[in-house]
T-cell receptor, first 111, second 111 residues
Framework: QQPVQSPQAVILREGEDAVINCSSS?????VHWYRQKHGEAPIFLMI?????EQKGHDKISASFNEKKQQSSLYLTASQLSYSGTYFC????????????FGKGTKLSVKP | SQTIHQWPATLVQPVGSPLSLECTVE??????LYWYRQAAGRGLQLLFY??????ISSEVPQNLSASRPQDRQFILSSKKLLLSDSGFYLC??????????FGSGTRLTVV
């Protein structure tokens, strides 16, 4: 049930772009994206719902392909503050709200 | 405004000792409550979730149990800790299944 994230890690220079992918073997109701700094709690970035539109948040946006059960997080013109581990969380269609996260993608942005 | 409290922040316990971690939410009623564990290389693993008082769903069979004695209180327990129980434990809540808010976490080291 755990969604699969790729890549596991990525290193960028400031200003470069990155894409993080998330896929599931189950029909999904929603996909959630969070970022976590080391030793801190994960912070909400955005949520994509079945039948909803692509979301955007400053230079971070995401898409959700319901048929393929896949989501992608797009980081544009990365900043140093983007460093951290990104998690996608998925809820199955028909679930009561058990949000299952992937193993995470560690993003390092270098100056 | 809603806040989530989780304590203690750090804990060092010997193998075989009991465990009790507490999480409380303020400023809302009937939230969904969650316990996640983060161990190296495993991402955010959902342990338990609750949609109401006395209603606990377990995602992973293990040495832990959870209880929800009051609407906004969620407790994670163990009768006898194992070395493999070490990790970063995070409590989370949501009222709409759209935005999940995490507590600051408990770093548990079993020695």
């Amino acid at each position: 049930q755990q969604p699969v994230q790729s890549p596991q890690a990525v290193i960028l220079r400031e200003g470069e772009d990155a894409v993080i992918n998330c896929s599931s073997s189950k029909a999904l109701y929603s996909v959630h994206w969070y970022r976590q700094k080391h030793g801190e709690a994960p912070i909400f970035l955005m949520i994509l719902l079945k039948g909803g539109e692509q979301k955007g948040h400053d230079k971070i946006s995401a898409s959700f392909n319901e048929k393929k059960q896949q989501s992608s997080l797009y980081l544009t013109a990365s900043q140093l503050s983007y460093s951290g581990t990104y998690f996608c969380g998925t809820e199955k269609d028909g679930s009561q709200g058990n949000l299952i996260f992937g193993k995470g993608t560690k993003l390092s942005v270098k100056p | 405004s809603q806040t989530i409290h989780q304590w203690p922040a750090t804990l060092v316990q010997p193998v075989g000792s009991p465990l009790s971690l507490e999480c409380t939410v303020e400023g809302t009623s009937n939230p969904n409550l969650y316990w996640y564990r983060q161990a190296a290389g495993r991402g955010l693993q959902l342990l338990f979730y609750s949609v109401g008082i006395g209603q606990i769903s377990s995602e992973v069979p293990q040495n832990l149990s959870a209880s929800r004695p009051q609407d906004r209180q969620f407790i994670l327990s163990s009768k006898k800790l194992l070395l493999s129980d070490s990790g970063f434990y995070l409590c989370a809540w949501t009222w709409d299944r759209l935005h999940y808010t995490f507590g600051s976490g408990t770093r548990l080291t079993v020695v």
